[in-house]
């Protein structure tokens, strides 16, 4: 009889909310309660630095083609020695989607997301992050990885010295 | 009968007192009802203002009083202004023929815990239920819009639907306490409520005092899903608060209502008897809070089928069944 399944189901879904209202809340008071976010949650970008204490970042502009808002901005300049670097580096954080994909495209594992998701300005201009806010003095996420060390050939060590590499062959000793 | 001057000073200060608990259990029962209605969506509700939130209907207050008095410019102005009164005060005026616990003795003098002990009280209830309707009726037509309007004449069309089933359910109630008396019909439970008697009677009364202060499944008159919210769409500020404190005032004095004709009243073991009536009315408040967390909003035309198709053929058989079974006790 639909009539008896009918009321039948009404006090299921009272038993429904009874059991519901005994159940402790999934609330996270936020001020007080953090949740701790996973290690690979994107939040507030960094630009890091190699083992060496040297920046990674050769302003290669890479990240900021990747950037689908357009939110990171930078200006390319040279060592001395051959390095690059960037000469000031910008991202405008009120425009960030914190999508990840600056840090997918860094080839030097320079741009890279943490997990802090505390950014929060009275003033949307304080929200526009320099280098200077930017860069960090840790590695973040590989302690070993150093671009110079395997590649930026000719620029820091000579040409063969990098890790995975092999001396250049002399073409002209290589004759049969 | 002339009353001396104690006499007065006590009914005076049942007066102050009913007006006072009715009004901050109004109160709180707002705050009871955002934080039940949070536990069972897995919120923790208000809990900001004070411990516990306990200080939020304070913070309510301030808010409501400190907000713009807005008043449409096409509104019939002093319909529109009366109409929030109207709605709140049979409210509060139904809770005199209720007894809320047993007579206590003050300075040698019996002293009835009811403001009026009318001997038709069945009957002033039912009426001043009617008399709420209108409030809501001219205050949906005097905001001169349409939500308004369509809140106001659903809320009669819920009216003629769900108050004769709920004259009705309470006619077995009255023809077993042989008295139209509230303080009778208390007392004839001195032993056995008669939800006992009268579960179906009871289960008729629940729903139709449900429609009766226009809460979720039958709130069809606010429906914000569809009529922004009903017939207090135009009105802001304190005047909202009095349609919203009447609604909870309706709740309270709807769950001492169902108390006092099918609970039991204020009799009960070992606790005091205004207890035992105060636990009795919030378990019925709760019940309602709890069936707006569950059930969701009827349509305005299956209200009418229920009413009318279902509840009121069932409260006359059930009148019917009951006088049989009297007929079969007296003989």
């Given amino acids: ?176 | 009968m002339t009353a001396s001057p104690l006499d007065i000073a006590l009914f005076a200060a049942k007066l102050g007192v009913v007006f006072f608990v009715i009004l901050t259990m109004a109160a709180y029962l707002v705050l009871a009802e955002r934080r039940i209605l949070a536990w069972i969506q897995d919120r923790k509700g208000p809990n900001r203002v004070g411990p516990f939130g306990m200080l939020q209907p304070l913070a309510d207050l301030i808010k409501l009083l400190t907000k713009e008095d807005f008043i449409p410019s096409a509104a019939d102005r002093w319909l529109f202004l009366l109409a929030p009164a109207m709605a709140a005060i049979p409210a509060i005026l139904t809770f005199a023929v209720i007894p809320f616990g047993a007579p206590i003795t003050i300075a040698g003098r019996q002293v009835p815990l009811l403001i009026a002990d009318l001997n038709v009280g069945v009957l002033f209830f039912l009426a001043l239920s009617s008399i709420a309707v209108y409030g809501m009726a001219i205050g949906g037509w005097a905001s001169n819009s349409k939500y308004s309007l369509l809140g106001g004449i659903r809320g009669l069309a819920q009216l003629i639907s769900y108050e004769l089933s709920m004259g009705l359910s309470l006619v077995p109630v009255i023809m077993l306490a042989h008295s139209f008396s509230l303080t009778a019909i208390v007392d004839a439970q001195s032993t056995v409520p008669f939800i006992v008697y009268q579960p179906v009677a009871f289960i008729i009364f629940l729903i139709s005092i449900t429609a009766e202060c226009k809460r979720i499944p039958f709130d069809i008159p606010e429906a914000e899903g569809e009529l922004v919210a009903g017939f207090h769409t135009e009105y802001s500020g304190m005047r909202f608060g009095l349609f919203f404190v009447g609604e909870y005032i309706n709740i309270i004095v709807l769950g001492g209502l169902a108390t006092t004709f099918f609970l039991g009243g204020w009799h009960g073991p070992f606790l005091p008897p205004v207890v035992w009536f105060t636990i009795k009315s919030l378990a019925v408040a709760f019940f309602f809070i709890w069936m707006r967390g569950t059930l969701p909003r009827l349509r305005y035309d299956q209200l009418m089928h229920l009413g009318w198709k279902v509840l009121t053929p069932l409260a006359l058989v059930n009148i019917l069944a009951t006088g049989w079974w009297l007929a079969l006790a007296a003989s």
């Fill in chain 1, 1 to 176: 009889m639909p009539l008896i399944s009918d009321i039948k189901a009404i006090i299921a879904g009272f038993g429904v909310t009874l059991h519901h209202m005994l159940r402790r809340p999934v609330t996270i008071q936020y001020p007080e309660e953090k949740r701790v976010p996973y290690p690979r949650f994107r939040a507030r970008i960094v630009l890091t630095r190699d083992p060496d204490g040297g920046e990674r970042c050769v302003a290669c502009y890479l990240c900021s083609a990747a950037c689908p808002v357009d939110c990171i901005s930078m200006q390319a300049a040279e060592r001395d020695d051959g390095r690059r670097y960037a000469a000031w580096f910008r991202i405008n954080f009120s425009r960030c989607i914190f999508c990840g994909l600056c840090a997918e495209a860094c080839p030097t594992l320079a741009i890279q997301m943490t997990p802090d998701y505390e950014i929060c300005k009275r003033d949307i201009m304080d929200l526009v992050y320099e280098k200077e806010d930017l860069l960090i003095d840790g590695c973040g996420k590989d302690n070993s990885y150093n671009f110079y060390h395997h590649a930026g050939i000719g620029v820091t060590q000579p040409r063969g010295a990098g890790l995975e590499e092999r001396l250049p062959v002399d073409v002209r000793s290589l004759l049969p």
